[in-house]
């Protein structure tokens, strides 16, 4: 088998990565076509709909999402901190960056949570509104639920991963595939901001 | 992971960091200019497609691996979205033009 293998030369490893990264990496590709499925969903109904409700106005909904866009780039920097100590071999510091990362992920959380309790009260759910849209609730709450889901999902791993690591449970490509799925949804939100937030916004 | 990239590390992901508000900060500026629909949504996907190339390039080390993961990921993702786009978009702005105005 040995000789197979050194013999064949390049089609040993012909990615020359860690199994887990290319698992989360095919994971990170279907999933990016389930949200893109989402958004083409999401963009068809807005564009083509005469009297798509704007209710986002810039205070609180459009500040709110700005702030919540810069907890997720911040947490994905803190994440790249934490790959980068775990790779060199530092335990403590790369569950501190993690744990900085999970903070910005739970801001996230919370900011999304005021936001939502903020529409239901105006009366939007995913089958009725006050404007008489109900493809604008359902649109919404679904693609918003399932990021949101995908935040939530990462805080656990990220949680699971921070204490094992820190405890000397995990190697550091643990770390660094974590990162990766952490880096996705932070990715998905740049496309679902644009195209939920700013595309409704309320006109000064 | 490369010597190089980690030695050069820390300012460079805080430099994509610097680099992905800006566009953000140029997306929420965008969304308060009176621009037609269309327009909007050019400009708009096409900040966020620079923006998440950054993320992947970097964030997520794809420019630091092996050529070979990049070309087995990238392009049946490319071609699903071009794919749900041909599909849907022509007949979506079709719906936008027959508006009664």
């Known amino acids: ?204 | 992971m490369s010597e190089n990239a980690e030695h050069h590390g820390s300012r460079l992901y805080l430099y994509v960091w610097f680099w992905l508000l800006a566009l953000t900060g140029v997306e929420v500026f965008l969304a308060y200019e009176h621009l037609p629909l269309k327009t909007m949504l050019v400009l708009l996907m096409s900040l966020s497609m620079v923006k998440a190339a950054l993320i992947i390039a970097y964030f997520m080390h794809l420019r630091f691996e092996k050529r070979s993961l990049t070309l087995t990921l990238m392009p049946p993702l490319v071609i699903c979205i071009i794919l749900l786009l041909l599909f849907f978009f022509p007949d979506s702005l079709r719906l936008l033009e027959l508006r009664p105005s």
């Open chain 1, 1 to 204: 088998m040995a000789d197979v293998t050194t013999g064949w030369g390049g089609g040993a490893a012909p990615y020359a990565v860690n199994s887990k990264k290319l698992g989360m990496w095919l994971f990170v590709i279907s999933d990016a076509l389930t949200f893109s499925a989402l958004l083409v969903a999401y963009s068809y109904v807005r564009m083509s709909n005469p009297n798509w409700p704007m209710p986002f106005e810039m205070d609180p909904a459009i500040i709110g999402a700005t702030i919540m866009t810069f907890c997720l780039l911040s947490s994905s920097v803190t994440m790249v901190m934490a790959v980068s100590a775990a790779h060199r071999g530092l335990r403590a510091t790369a569950a501190k960056w993690i744990l900085a990362t999970m903070a910005g992920g739970l801001a996230f959380v919370v900011l999304h949570t005021r936001e939502w309790l903020h529409l239901i009260h105006e009366g939007v759910t995913p089958f009725q509104n006050p404007w008489g849209v109900p493809l604008f609730g359902a649109t919404f709450f679904t693609l918003t639920g399932l990021h949101m889901t995908h935040v939530i999902c990462g805080v656990v791993y990220l949680s699971v991963i921070a204490f094992g690591f820190g405890r000397g449970k995990f190697q550091s490509i643990d770390v660094e595939v974590s990162g990766l799925y952490w880096h996705f949804v932070d990715l998905v939100w740049m496309f679902i901001f644009p195209l939920v937030y700013l595309m409704s916004n309320k006109m000064p």
